[in-house]
């Protein structure tokens, strides 16, 4: 791995809310940012507020039709459109075009996609794969800056999964996963906290655009690697809810033969499988018609190296 990586200055930026349209911070901040963008304003770039789910954010639902942060994959964004398409596969183009075409030299420098989750996740920093140099920066960056919020890093894609993401249609992107928040609620606290990940996050383009280096640095990462279903009966409905001891506590050690469910006939269920894991997203609303209890992750160190721009040559 080279000591330096460099990046070309970031010019153009989204920060979308209401990619999921009841997940509140974002929704309230990007249509206050709509009406006002002045805390977007920086010197060296353009930074553009988008609702991203309109039509979910009118009703106050996930989505409309179809998940929008699952449809922006390459066979979707590639194919002509149709008529009797869900909502959501035509805003994904949409918003494909608006951000200048997935992979293409036009497309945006980053998105920041702004999300709220039911688990007890608190400040989460979503990023897809543990190449992405320049994104772990501004996760370091975020890290170091607020210390008390201690913002986890979590990478999202599976190995050898292709992206399907909102973030995947700009060069970098980061998502913003804040909770516990119940959808359809905005509260003041979270609110706050997700304000002032975006101004760091500004703030620090800015810097990396005016050509300060950020040196190489050692983190911790949460990478997922599968997912826990709820116990079932054989009808399919839910036979054991997570367990007490077990609810809220994103990113600790959790192992095996330690409790994962209760069933509803009061008997705890173990974890069963052969390692310790980390569970995240445990208990997500939004995760109960995937058949998710909780994601399973693992926790790895990586080491980045230092990172600077040359308004030239090379990639992080
Ligand atoms: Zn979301």
Request: aromatic share 8%; charged share 20%.
């Amino acid at each position: 791995m080279p000591s330096t990586v460099s990046a070309n200055p970031l010019h153009l930026v989204a920060v979308t809310g209401g990619t999921h349209g009841n997940e509140m911070s974002g929704v309230c901040l990007v249509k206050h940012w709509l009406r006002d963008s002045s805390e977007l304003v920086r010197d060296t770039f353009t930074a553009v507020p988008l609702l991203a789910n309109p039509k979910a954010t009118e009703n106050c639902v996930r989505y409309y039709e179809r998940d929008l942060n699952r449809c922006f994959t390459m066979d979707i964004l590639s194919s002509p459109e149709l008529q009797d398409e869900p909502y959501e596969v035509k805003r994904a183009r949409e918003i494909n075009r608006l951000f200048g075409l997935r992979g293409s030299t036009n497309a945006f420098d980053m998105i920041l996609d702004l999300h709220n989750t039911t688990s007890n996740m608190g400040v989460c920093l979503i990023i897809s794969e543990a190449q992405r140099h320049l994104e772990m920066h501004v996760c370091h960056h975020i890290q170091k800056h607020l210390p008390n919020y201690n913002p986890r890093i979590y990478l999202y894609a599976e190995p050898g999964v292709e992206l399907y993401d909102l973030c995947s249609v700009s060069k970098y992107g980061i998502g913003f996963e804040l909770g516990p928040q119940p959808q359809g609620v905005v509260r003041a606290d979270t609110l706050q906290t997700m304000r002032t990940l975006v101004q760091v996050t500004l703030d620090f383009i800015n810097q990396l655009n005016q050509g300060k280096e950020f040196p190489a640095f050692e983190a911790d990462v949460y990478q997922r690697v599968g997912h826990v279903d709820f116990p079932r009966a054989p009808d399919g409905e839910i036979s054991a809810v997570v367990h007490p001891s077990l609810q809220d506590r994103d990113f600790s050690p959790l192992h095996p033969g330690e409790p994962a469910f209760l069933s509803l006939d009061g008997k705890m269920i173990p974890y069963n499988g052969d390692q310790q894991i980390y569970p995240v997203f445990i208990n997500e609303a939004a995760y109960y018609e995937k058949k998710i209890a909780f994601i399973v992750a693992e926790k790895i160190r990586l080491s980045i190296p230092a990172l600077c721009t040359t308004g030239g040559q090379g990639s992080p």
